[in-house]
């Protein structure tokens, strides 16, 4: 079986040299906690003599995603070892952690939890294990084996597998790199999300294969507020944040200061001009670049650095998602899949070596998604965004907003379908429809419309809370006694949305 040339030479081996020459630096900062490279070495290896034990030979391995040094040490020991790992969040109600590990067949799951989540399956119990023997060394597997599976929001209450291969994970790590961006020991970096949301993989990756220290948020603590206290509190030189949190932060912009901060990057929604420019004078010495992309084209696949002296590319107040990283290829469609010129709206549609094989297990989804087109001269894999765009003379894109009901809400991607479809489910005949809205701090809310008299919607909450993650719970609740339709005899959401 011939090497992973590309994930070696792009992921394996620097993380190899960063953990041998560095041993004694920080690898982490959990919970106030550092860790170094030689007890994240020590930890890869013990969880990794534990994953040969088994004799698994299931490729893909549930991965309880907690905030620990054993939960990052699993998947680099999971790769080491030329598996995949699927992460399932412990606070997300265990019937969709359960779907999601069936949809992989996923047997085995690595789990650092006090309590066994899943005592039906083969569970590695990270923090039981002890070291006995470093082994860093990476087996031999093909190019196209999968790095992770991300499971999203789907429109039928069922989560859809997004896998990513080694080779997609390493075009984007290649690409990355190749902004400009640069980190060392000396790097202090945030990592702010969730090890289920792919934002988390550049966070703890990028920062590991330069011997930079990890910096994580506890999960008991009130993100806003504990980021601002670790970039002034810790120096931290780098951070890729969604947009939401400097909304929040907004208020206090002319207590922080943070000089130290090298990069500043945004994704996972739009990015508004105005409070970046704001923001700016919070991180005088830092490159801030939004970058876009969605799970499908592995973490992000375009950029756009915000100019601090000159005017900044924007529309509708929103700023300019860029140009394409190298290896990805960016086009805008109309509704026959044809390229429109510049300046002309249509929808953005992503190529090149970041982009998933497909959905898991999911051809239905892979047809409607997927599709073939002449790209200068040759038949191009594209995937269809949902991304309303355009891209001016200059090649720069600009996001319109979505053609569907899909929304970020806190940075994760959320169906409105899916919270009606769960909704509708408990109401048995009653119509509800999701709204999504931005509140006054111009983050972006989920509200609900039901066409009722008023209820009391406790029990509706609880169970929604039973079935989806909290950020896809609605905040806000309005009645109707018949819902307003559009010329077309559709549910006219507008009308509903002013009702927030």
């Not at 590309?6 to 959990?30: G, M, R, W």
């Not at 989540?117 to 070291?131: D, H, Q, T």
């Not at 209450?157 to 640069?182: H, Q």
């Not at 090890?195 to 948020?217: N, W």
Request: proline content about 4%; glycine content about 6%.
């Amino acid at each position: 079986m011939r090497s992973n040339n590309t994930f070696h030479s792009e992921v394996l081996q620097p993380f190899f040299f960063a953990s041998e020459k560095y041993a004694d630096s920080n690898a982490f900062c959990i919970n106030e906690v550092f860790y170094s490279y030689k007890q994240l070495g020590e930890t890869i290896s013990a969880i990794r003599a534990s994953v040969k034990e088994l004799r698994a030979d299931n490729i893909n391995v549930g991965l309880v995603a907690n905030d620990d040094l054993e939960t990052y040490a699993a998947i680099i020991a999971l790769w080491l070892e030329g598996k995949c790992y699927v992460p399932v969040n412990p606070e997300t109600p265990a019937e969709r952690n359960r779907n999601v590990l069936t949809q992989a067949a996923a047997s085995v799951v690595i789990d650092s939890s006090d309590e066994v989540l899943f005592p039906e399956l083969n569970v590695i119990r990270s923090k039981e294990l002890v070291f006995t023997k470093l082994d860093l060394e990476p087996v031999q597997v093909e190019d196209d084996a999968l790095a992770y599976i991300f499971f999203t929001s789907g429109t039928t209450g069922v989560p859809k597998g997004v896998p990513i291969s080694r080779t997609n994970l390493a075009g984007f790590i290649k690409a990355f790199f190749e902004l400009g961006i640069t980190m060392d020991p000396s790097d202090k970096c945030l990592q702010m999300f969730e090890l289920t949301f792919d934002l988390s993989v550049m966070s703890y990756l990028a920062p590991l294969l330069r011997g930079a220290c990890v910096y994580t948020i506890p999960k008991n603590k009130i993100k806003f507020n504990y980021i601002a206290d670790l970039l002034e509190q810790h120096n931290l030189t780098v951070a890729l944040m969604v947009p939401s949190i400097i909304h929040y932060l907004r208020p206090y912009f002319d207590e922080i200061d943070c000089a130290s901060m090298k990069f500043s990057l945004f994704c996972g929604e739009a990015l508004p001009l105005d409070v970046t420019s704001e923001w700016a004078a919070c991180v005088p010495n830092a490159k801030i670049m939004n970058v876009y992309g969605p799970t499908e084209d592995t973490i992000f696949c375009t950029h756009y650095t915000y100019s601090r002296a000159g005017e900044n590319k924007a529309s509708n107040g929103l700023m300019s998602i860029g140009k394409a990283m190298n290896g990805t290829f960016t086009i805008i469609i109309n509704d026959k899949k044809e390229m429109v010129n510049a300046g002309e709206k249509g929808e953005l549609c992503l190529g090149g070596v970041q982009l998933t094989p497909g959905y898991w297990m999911n051809d239905e989804k892979n047809k409607e998604a997927f599709f073939y087109t002449n790209y200068k001269g040759e038949s191009t894999r594209f995937y269809k965004t949902g991304d309303l765009c355009l891209a001016d003379e200059e090649g720069d894109i600009m996001y319109l907003g979505r053609i569907d009901s899909q929304i970020k809400v806190q940075g994760f991607r959320v169906e409105l379908s899916e919270i009606e479809f769960f909704a509708k489910e408990f109401l048995n005949k009653v119509n509800a429809v999701a709204i999504a809205f931005t509140n006054k701090l111009h983050n972006t809310e989920i509200g609900m419309v039901i066409e009722s008299t008023d209820f009391d919607t406790k029990p509706l909450l609880e169970y929604m809370k039973t079935k989806m993650p909290g950020y896809m719970i609605p905040t806000q609740m309005r009645f109707i006694n018949s819902f307003p339709l559009n010329t077309n005899g559709k549910i006219d959401r507008k009308v509903l949305k002013e009702k927030f």
